[in-house]
C-alpha cells in the first residue's frame, strides 16, 4: 500500500519543476508582449505621424468642390421623396455670374440653409430673390456647418472680385457654438465632426472638437477607432433629430429669454457670443459702409442677435424667423423629415417672405445706392 504512494520528496521536486517551468513561460510571455506593445505602439506613432489623419482641414476647416455636381433622393415630407440635384460653380459657390455685366451685385452667405443641398438649384430661397429682383447679379456660398470665422474667411478671399453692393447675411443659432471651441466640443455628437478654424487671441487656429483630440492626432489606431465610434454616436443621436429640433424651437419660441437664462448657466455661451461680435467686427470692417442684411432661419430674434446686429451694424430683421416660426407652428410641414433643414415648401416660403420684405424697404440695393470699395483688407489693431 505504501508504494503506491509518492514520495513526499518527489511531490516537492515535482512542483517546483512545475513552478520553474510556469515561471519561465511567463517571463517568456511577458517578454513577447511587451515586445509586442512596443512594437506596436511605434509602429502607431510612426503611422500616425506619416499617415493622412481622417481630419485633415483645408484653409476653411473643410470645402465645397468647385464646379461640381451631386445628387440624392431627400425625404421632402413624410411618404414623399424627392431627387435633388446641386451643382456648384467656382470656388465652391451655389451662385457664380459668369457676365454679371452693371448689375448690382449681391453676396448672400451662411452655412447649410445657404448651401441648401435639400433642394435642387433653382429651388433654394434665394432662387426666389433672383426672380423677385431680376436685375441683380447674386453670388452665393453656403456651406454645412460653417461658422461665421469661416463664412468670413470665404467673404474676405472673395469680396475683392465680387465687390458687392449688398450683403445677405443667414445666421444660425448654432454658429455661436462653431465660433467657440469649448463650446463646439461640448454639443458633441451633434457638432460636426471636422477639424474647424476657431479665432483665438486674434489669430485663426485650427482644432477638431471631438474627444481626445490629441490622441487621434499622434495615434493612426485611435484616430480610426475613435472615427468608428463618431459615427456610431451620430447615427444613434440623429435618429431623434427631428424631436430634437421641434422641442427647441418651440421653447425658443414661446420663451423669449430661454436663451438669456442658458447663457447665465453656461460659461461658454456668453465667451462664445463675445467672439461672435468680434467677427461681427472683423465683417462690417472688410465690407466698409454697404448693407448687411442679417437673418435667422425659423427662431425669434433672441437680445445676442440684436447684440450681433449693432456689433457689426447689421441691418438685422425677424421677418423671416417671425413668420417661419408662425409656419413652423402650423399644420405646414416646412422641414424635411427627421432634420432640421427647410423642404421644399419651407425654401418657398421662406424665399417669398424674404422677397416681400425686401420690396417693402425699396429693394436690397435700392437705385441710386451703388457702393464703392475701400480695397484695403483688414487689419488687426
Not at 34 to 50: E, P, Q, Y
Not at 97 to 104: A, E, H, T, V
Not at 129 to 147: Q, R
Not at 322 to 339: F, G, Y
Amino acid at each position: 500500500m505504501a508504494g503506491s504512494c509518492h514520495p513526499p520528496g518527489k511531490i516537492r521536486i515535482a512542483c517546483t519543476v512545475f513552478k520553474n517551468l510556469l515561471c519561465t513561460y511567463l517571463k517568456t510571455f511577458t517578454y513577447i508582449a511587451t515586445i509586442s506593445i512596443v512594437l506596436f505602439l511605434c509602429a502607431d506613432l510612426l503611422l500616425g505621424r506619416f499617415y493622412p489623419k481622417i481630419h485633415t482641414p483645408t484653409k476653411y476647416g473643410w470645402s465645397l468642390a468647385p464646379n461640381s455636381k451631386k445628387s440624392r433622393a431627400v425625404h421632402d415630407t413624410k411618404g414623399n421623396y424627392r431627387k435633388v440635384e446641386n451643382e456648384y460653380f467656382d470656388h465652391g459657390f451655389k451662385r457664380w455670374p459668369k457676365d454679371p455685366g452693371d448689375k448690382p451685385r449681391v453676396l448672400i452667405i451662411g452655412d447649410s440653409f445657404t448651401e441648401m443641398d435639400y433642394v435642387s438649384n433653382g429651388e433654394e430661397w434665394y432662387a426666389y430673390l433672383e426672380l423677385a429682383f431680376p436685375d441683380i447679379a447674386f453670388y452665393v456660398f453656403g456651406a454645412g456647418g460653417y461658422g461665421t470665422l469661416q463664412e468670413y474667411m470665404v467673404m474676405d478671399d472673395h469680396f475683392d472680385t465680387v465687390m458687392p453692393d449688398a450683403v445677405i447675411w443667414l445666421f444660425c443659432d448654432n454658429d455661436y457654438s462653431n465660433n467657440y471651441y469649448e463650446r463646439d466640443k461640448r454639443e458633441y455628437p451633434y457638432n460636426n465632426h471636422f477639424v474647424r478654424p476657431y479665432w483665438e487671441d486674434n489669430a485663426i487656429v485650427y482644432r477638431l472638437p471631438l474627444p481626445y483630440p490629441q490622441l487621434r492626432t499622434y495615434s493612426f489606431s485611435a484616430d480610426r477607432l475613435l472615427h468608428i465610434y463618431d459615427n456610431i454616436r451620430r447615427k444613434i443621436a440623429s435618429q431623434n433629430w427631428a424631436k430634437f429640433i421641434q422641442m427647441w424651437v418651440e421653447s425658443q419660441n414661446k420663451r423669449p429669454f430661454a436663451k438669456k437664462q442658458y447663457a447665465r448657466r453656461d460659461q461658454y455661451m456668453s465667451k462664445a457670443i463675445n467672439v461672435t461680435k468680434l467677427l461681427a467686427r472683423k465683417i462690417r470692417s472688410r465690407a466698409g459702409d454697404i448693407p448687411i442684411y442679417f437673418f435667422t432661419p425659423y427662431v425669434k430674434f433672441t437680445s445676442e442677435n440684436r447684440s450681433i446686429c449693432e456689433a457689426g451694424n447689421f441691418r438685422g430683421s425677424d421677418a423671416l424667423s417671425e413668420q417661419m416660426a408662425k409656419l413652423l407652428m402650423s399644420s405646414i410641414q416646412l422641414l424635411v423629415v427627421n432634420d432640421g433643414h427647410w423642404n421644399y415648401s419651407g425654401n418657398r416660403h421662406a424665399g417669398e417672405i424674404l422677397s416681400e420684405y425686401f420690396k417693402s424697404i425699396g429693394g436690397i440695393v435700392p437705385s441710386g445706392q451703388r457702393h464703392r470699395y475701400d480695397h484695403q483688407r483688414f487689419e488687426q489693431d
